[in-house]
């Protein structure tokens, strides 16, 4: 019996009608840019490029957290040998570990330049910059406010770059709640991969508690972020439904969401095409799609063959941005 007390065959039977009630022409209007990011391109070539290291072989490589947050490509580099853990004490003595796109602390460096661990950093250059911003700004005094949120590990990462001068504020609401030494010495930095329009809400928030406010010298919010966010913002007019590929760990595929369902459009986040929920397409014919930085294009691939199961499909995609931003790889795996 399932949760409503149907037979495991009443059940299919019900999906299967759920199905064919939603059978019909449908328009897919397609976000672009979408998907990978040169952030997330670069922490999966590092990660590759150390698994075909001939002198490697049979040696296990260990990622300190997902080094992308998607878990189809954490479980694929799982089945290529990929040792994913939590933390460094996991790693045994002198093994290699990569840092994950989101960055670490400089307590995480320290503790495997302790172990004795080969650490390859792939830290999105982008992330790196933030944590210079803070190790910049807390040195010149000045108590740093970054915007984000609790428990992300880019958050996490950053917080540690001065974590005696640094203050996490996650809603414009938190700002009041704000303490600081000085309130003529405040600067602000954000997580990458915020909403823009929430963002600026705490940012003005920030600005009417501090007049004195510095801000980072340019957008820490990524182009990647901004980029999916006004591509999607652009096409969700049209749509009836809006689904974004991303997994539920995925910050910037989080925002995506959010900021749709804001504007007063049905969104879903969807880990690929099984999250598809039949009532969702009920009554739409046009569907917005996107994909956030870390999901790869072959699961947008796989959703639009997914719909067009459900009848013809006629796809329009709507580019709003050309990105060409590519990200050398660490020393440790440049090709000499
Ligand atoms: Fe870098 Fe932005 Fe991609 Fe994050 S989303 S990996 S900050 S480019």
Known sequence: MDSEGRSPLAAACAAADAWVGVAGPRTVLLASPRSWCAGVERAVEVVERLLEEPGRRGRPLFVRKQIVHNTHVVRGLERRGVVFVEE?????????????????????????????????DATCPLVTKVHAEARRFSARGDTVVLIGHDGHEEVEGTLGEAPEHSVLVQSPSDVRDVEVPDPDRVTYLTQTTLAADETAEAVDALRARFPRLKEPPSDDICYATTNRQNALEAIVPGAGLVLVIGSANSSNSLRLVERTRRAGTAAHLIG?????????????????????????????????????????????????????????????????
């Open 88 to 120: 460094l004490d996991e790693v045994p003595e002198g093994a290699t570990v990569v840092f994950s796109a989101h960055g670490v602390s400089p307590a995480v460096r320290e503790e495997a330049r302790g172990r004795g661990l080969e650490a390859v």
């Open 272 to 336: 690929d095409a099984t999250g598809i929920r039949p009532g969702w397409l009920a009554g739409v014919a046009t569907v917005a799609l996107t994909a956030g930085a870390s999901a790869p294009q072959a699961l947008v691939d796989e959703v639009i063959r997914a719909l067009s199961g459900l009848g013809p499909v006629t796809v329009q995609e709507h580019s709003t941005a050309v990105e060409n931003v590519r990200f050398a790889p660490p020393k440790e795996v440049r090709t000499p």
